[in-house]
């Protein structure tokens, strides 16, 4: 019973370095989404993926470009890397179906760019 | 613009001590609206989700109640393990089948002993 899990949990980068924010969900989901969360600012949505095969931008895509690699694993870069990236990201999926169980959401990657 | 809107932004209460917690939004066609859970460090846990007015669904002390522009979340005779980040968040329809969630910044809660 694993769920959504998210690698790594936390992580420093310099300023134009890249990395990738790692997503797997073992639940056969259909959707998947990233969010990030700030302080006095709420979840907000950077990209999803609705089915396997697609990609679309949320709220805040500028600075990332997601993969979905296969059905279970979502993934999100980060190619250079700014302060105002500083955040804790979060991974979640849902069924497909009208949500009827919402989203399940990973323990979150938190990320300092310094 | 779908908008969510959480009040009031901290709650402090005592243990016993029931209370209420807002969410207002505005939506073009609200498919479904979700309450989380969220504790330090953790990512959000799904609580409730509400379809349509006059909906209301239970789970120990807590009871989310759904209106045309609003829902609450009651909280009875709270005890200190209820202290926490309450999240709301509406689904917009959609098409293409993703289920987008708009969320609210969130309602600390903490319940003193």
């Known amino acids: 019973n694993a769920g959504v899990t998210q690698t790594p949990k936390f992580q420093v980068l310099k300023t134009g370095q890249s990395m990738t924010l790692q997503c797997a969900q073992d639940m056969n989901h259909n959707s998947m989404y990233w969010y990030r969360q700030d302080p006095g600012m709420g979840l907000r949505l950077i990209y999803y993926s609705a089915s396997e095969g697609t990609t679309d931008k949320g709220e805040v895509p500028n600075g990332y470009n997601v993969s979905r690699l296969n059905k279970r694993e979502f993934s999100l870069r980060l190619e250079s890397a700014a302060p105002s990236q500083t955040s804790v990201y979060f991974c979640?999926?849902?069924?497909?179906?009208?949500?009827?169980?919402?989203?399940?959401f990973g323990s979150g990657t938190r990320l300092t760019v310094v | 613009e779908d908008q969510v809107t959480q009040s009031p932004e901290a709650l402090r209460l005592q243990e016993g001590e029931s209370s209420s917690l807002n969410c207002s939004y505005t939506v073009s066609g609200l498919r479904g609206l979700f309450w989380y859970r969220q504790d330090p460090g953790k990512g959000p846990e799904f609580l409730f989700t509400?379809?349509?007015a006059g909906e209301e669904k239970e789970k120990e002390r807590l009871k989310a109640t759904l209106t045309k522009k609003e829902s609450f979340l009651h909280i009875t005779a709270p005890k200190p393990e209820d202290s926490a980040t309450y999240l709301c968040a509406v689904q917009p329809q959609s098409r293409g089948g993703s289920e987008k969630l708009v969320f609210g910044k969130g309602m600390k809660l903490t319940v003193n002993p």
């Open positions: 509400l379809y349509s």
């Open positions: 979640a999926s849902s069924e497909g179906n009208r949500g009827l169980y919402g989203y399940t």
